[in-house]
């Protein structure tokens, strides 16, 4: 029987996309504007990475293809390959936000056709009702920031603040998300988690998508740093997705990373904690071998947005894309006859970009595996397809959205 391999880029959006310009995003194009950065010589950083951006094996699977299906033009500078292996193309998003959830889920199958709760642009993001509800229930003297924030930057304008009077720093985003950053040490990490429980079932009610925590360590703003005990409190998808099938159908889905955060623990067997791209590449290899026939492997590879999209830094990302790219023929040595990798993204966050936040485009489809003949599969209407495609693979039940291109 044949097992099933996903791996979300978060974040690596390839322009394009239909209604962008409902979401500010006309133009944006996380890939096309990263390689027209390092085309130019503004992608380099030394002791990092240098000249045009260099991805010979997603290349090689589609990549460039699915940029030009998206945008109408190839990534300026990159070298194209002499042949295509597997299924490629390019999906545009169904669901009403440009999130990490909304993305997830459409890709598993469920697109979002509600609309989420957000906060306030302007002023105060959490109204003074709100507020002292949280701190009420919570247990906290009060709180800092109560605005739209990078998290890097509020931490490191507030986290002395922090330490001192015990406020837990809360913020928000263009996401439907409210965010608590505090110290692992001086405030508690089994606290901030704690918090963050009681803060999800007060907003509950407005429909916000996740409450995160974002622990930190250091002292002083030029040593603070987010460490990799992040956990999101997200709500259920709103139906079964193809997690729920695998799961229904005797088989395990192997969460890697924050999927199991993302899908509020819904149809997940096995939790794999691994913070950064290169553990999370590790851990999902080791699924990989673990994996029995009908499993589904699920990886959420979140440097891209975190670490480079969010904070706009053009060359690091590059670099980080670069370095998955190198590790993928490892993925290939792994897989056995009748598997299927598939690698796609969740939406975009165009370094580039103006702000800080994810940017609405549509996303990459590269499937590869054993005997799987090369092939353009076009501009799918939907991520919905991705879990159609994988449910098909695994002998699976069709869901009510999307369509397998296999």
Known sequence: ????????????????????AAYGDLGADTLGHIAEFCASGAGDRQGLRQGPLKLPNMSALGLLEAARLAT???????????????????????????????GHWEIAGTPVDFDWGYFPDEGEA?????????????????????????????????????????KPICYTSSDSVFQIAAHERHFGLDR??????????IIDPLNIGRVIARPFI??????????????DYSVPPPEPTLLDRVVDAGHQVH?????????AHKGISRVIKASGNQAIMEASLKAIEEAQPGDLVFSNFVDFDMLYGHRRDVPGYAAALEAFDRRLPEVHRRMRPGDVALITA???????????????????????????????????????DIAETLAQHLGLPAGPHGRSFL
């Open 1 to 20: 029987m044949a097992r099933a391999f996903l791996f979300v880029m978060d974040s690596f959006g390839i322009g394009g996309a239909p209604d962008a």
């Open 72 to 102: 109408g033009r190839y990534p300026e500078g990159m070298t194209r390959p002499e042949r295509v292996f597997g299924l490629h193309g390019a999906a545009t998003e169904t669901s009403r936000g440009k999130d990490t959830p909304s």
């Open 126 to 166: 959490f109204n003074p009702e709100l507020v002292a509800e949280i701190c009420e229930k919570g247990k906290v003297p009060g709180i800092l920031g109560n605005c739209h924030a990078s998290g890097t930057e509020i931490i490191a304008r507030l986290g002395e603040e922090h330490i001192r009077t015990g």
């Open 192 to 201: 901030l988690l704690a918090f963050c429980e009681t803060v999800r079932g």
């Open 218 to 231: 250091g002292e002083t703003p030029a040593s603070f740093e987010r460490t990799g005990n992040r956990r």
């Open 255 to 263: 969460a890697v990373g924050k999927i199991g955060d993302i899908f």
């Open 346 to 384: 969740d939406h975009g966050c165009d370094p580039t970009w103006r702000g800080s936040d994810h940017t609405r485009e549509r996303v990459p489809i590269m499937a590869f595996g054993p005997g799987l003949r090369a092939r353009l599969i076009g501009i799918r209407p939907t991520f919905a």
